[in-house]
């Protein structure tokens, strides 16, 4: 991977000068998400740029970012800047992941296919969420040796669960991270007003309609009675009857790393350390879950703390620039996971799209990171930051 990377991205945009593309993509953010609201029906769109209740978790996640001020250092010779990260033994040369978003299809042709590819050319990891479109043995083939990891959605039937569990393996995914935060669908008020839930449609079921665990269940198969399938899956979707006890489960059925994603409370990070699991991601599921729950940045530090070398310890919800990601890491955060940018980008030219958010984010993390006098995201600190109420 080329190294300064931002130098590179830039040049090459500036070099179209006195020839600009007139269609190309867009470089701002906010206008990705304005192509792909041109793009979506309300359903789609507000499924993914939604959140829970009046999203102010969302808002909280944003603000977060904003309250942390950067103070640069100069003349620290930035030459070469280092971007890299090591997650569970391996190395990678961004420290970004594509977090878990699940029923693609609803998004773009390409779906998870498209965003996995993109993931593979970059080096990025990419996360295949239980409710992906396809099954996560073909976003697998086509990512080739790209780097991929598993989201579980612990299932109420723990047959499948185990089943999934193998699948991954089996299909050369290096690490497990079972989202916690989602036993059940949240009052997301878009979504209701909408009435839309894609897996009603049979959308973001490939995983379920591809498993022998789960059609062992079926009267007929999906394919036959696809309505029967889908109720079923509605009866063993979510867990609610969960706790730390049952982390002992996910130990006997997979070698993998596993990593709990949702975790907003130091103790519960204890919890997680005590019952030896290999890492944490700090997350409020991007504001989807619970109206009013503290930003994902303001809890990072707490559980860093608490956490220490036992587990590593990663974050999302809120990362929109490069400046976000430094944030993050100085602030004990090994490396974050991107969501809604890259959704955005796919809505708007699929595979390509997912890419050139990638792209641009990393870009702008590699110039910020030079311009305040820091070389390697790994070395990042807390004393790079003030914070402003």
Known sequence: MMENIGNH?????????HNPDPDRLPVINEEWENLAREKLKDGPYYYIAGGAGIERTMQANLEAFTKQRIIPRMLRNVDKRDLSVKLFGQKYPF???????????????????????????????????????????????????????????WSRDPEITA???????????????????????????????????????????????????????????????????????????????????DIDFLREHTKLPIILKGILHPEDAKLAVKKGVDGIIVSNHGGRQVDGAIGALDALPDIAAAVGDKAAVLMDSGIRR???????????????????????????????????????????????????????????????LRKVE
């Not at 991205?9 to 000068?17: C, D, K, L, R, V």
């Open 163 to 245: 089943s999934f569990l193998r699948r991954a393996e089996n299909a050369g995914y290096s690490a497990i991270v079972v989202t916690l935060d989602t036993p059940m669908m949240a009052w997301r008020e878009n979504d209701l007003k909408n009435v839309y839930l894609p897996f009603l449609a049979g959308e973001g079921l490939g995983n379920y309609f591809t498993d022998s665990a789960f059609m062992a269940k079926l009267d007929k198969p999906p394919q036959e009675d696809p309505q029967s399938a889908i109720m079923h899956w509605t009866k063993i979707f979510g867990n609610t009857g969960l706790t730390w006890e």
């Open 95 to 153: 420290p970004i992941l594509q977090a878990p978003i699940g029923v693609q299809s609803i998004i773009h042709d390409e779906g998870e296919i498209g965003s996995a590819r993109a993931s593979a050319e970059m080096g990025v990891p990419y996360i295949a969420s239980s409710a992906s479109s396809v099954p996560m043995e073909k976003i697998a083939e086509a990512m080739g040796d790209g780097p991929r990891w598993f989201q579980l959605y």
């Open 9 to 17: 991205i830039q040049y090459q945009i500036y070099a179209t000068m």
């Open 322 to 384: 490069g400046s976000d990601i430094m944030k993050a890491m100085a602030l004990g955060a090994e490396a974050v996971l991107v969501g809604r940018p890259l959704m955005y980008g796919l809505a708007a030219a699929g595979q390509k799209g997912v890419r050139e958010v990638m792209q641009n984010l990393l870009a702008d993390l590699d110039i910020t990171l030079g311009l305040t006098g820091q070389t390697s995201v790994s070395s990042l600190e807390a004393a790079l």
